[in-house]
């Protein structure tokens, strides 16, 4: 079983339109990460959160850690092309650096 | 200060051949972590590796595989008699020596068995 659930799989929006994907464990996260990646291509870093209760934010992205730390959502504002991808959170799940993943939220954003 | 270079970026092996992937990591990183992308299947961690020492590789199919990172030089996961389910992205990571928190990846190699 997926130790990491992302939801929902894929997700089309309108350019400008807000759009928000999740990350759901039912484990304790001790560092939930979010990468973008593209087809074809690396993982780009984009956020790391550590505490319950823990929101950063990143030009138009806001990504939030709950307090139990076990679900993160990820919130992109006035969406734009440049936003299209597959979004991954990753999570150590038991302090010792090995990162599990999901299986992505690919999202497109329509002109 | 360049990012996790992977190289080669795209291997194409024959079945039983041996596929040899490099990764150097980000300048001043001595944590290195190999993870596997296959098709419809996710990441999946397979090593983690400090210079000349292997830290933890439970994720390390236990035949066939192997990973080194040594003193000098980069980082090496080594498939020997590759099969076709070899066939999927495999992707570098490392991150700093002090805080053990932000792993940074590589562009991935993308290895195809024929």
């Known amino acids: 079983s997926q130790e990491l659930e992302q939801s929902p799989q894929s997700l089309i929006v309108q350019e400008g339109k807000n759009l928000t994907i999740n990350c759901t464990s039912s484990?304790?996260?001790?560092?939930l990460y979010w990468y973008k990646q593209k087809y074809g291509e690396g993982l780009i870093f984009l956020m790391m959160?550590?505490?319950?209760?823990e929101e950063k934010s990143h030009e138009k992205i806001t990504a939030k850690l709950d307090e139990k730390k076990q679900q993160s959502s990820l919130h992109i504002t006035a969406s734009q092309p440049s936003h299209a991808g597959i979004y991954l959170c990753?999570?150590?799940?038991?302090?010792?650096?090995?990162?599990?993943f999901g299986k992505g939220n690919q999202v497109v954003v329509i002109p | 200060n360049a990012g996790v270079m992977q190289n080669p970026r795209h291997l194409v092996r024959r079945r039983g051949q041996e596929a040899r992937l490099r990764c150097s990591p980000m300048k001043g990183h001595s944590h290195v972590y190999w993870y596997r992308q296959l098709p419809e299947e996710g990441l999946k961690f397979m090593v983690y590796l400090q210079k000349e020492n292997i830290i933890d590789e439970s994720g390390m199919p236990k035949e066939r595989f192997s990973a080194e990172f040594p003193k000098e030089g980069p980082s090496i996961l080594r498939i020997q008699q590759v099969v076709r389910g070899d066939s999927a992205a495999y992707f570098c990571?490392?991150?700093?020596?002090?805080?053990?928190?932000?792993?940074?990846f590589g562009p991935g190699t993308r290895l195809t068995v024929l």
């Open positions: 484990k304790t996260l001790y560092g």
């Open positions: 990571a490392s991150s700093p020596p002090i805080r053990v928190d932000t792993q940074y």
């Open positions: 990753g999570a150590d799940l038991g302090g010792n650096n090995r990162l599990a």
């Open positions: 959160l550590q505490k319950g209760g």
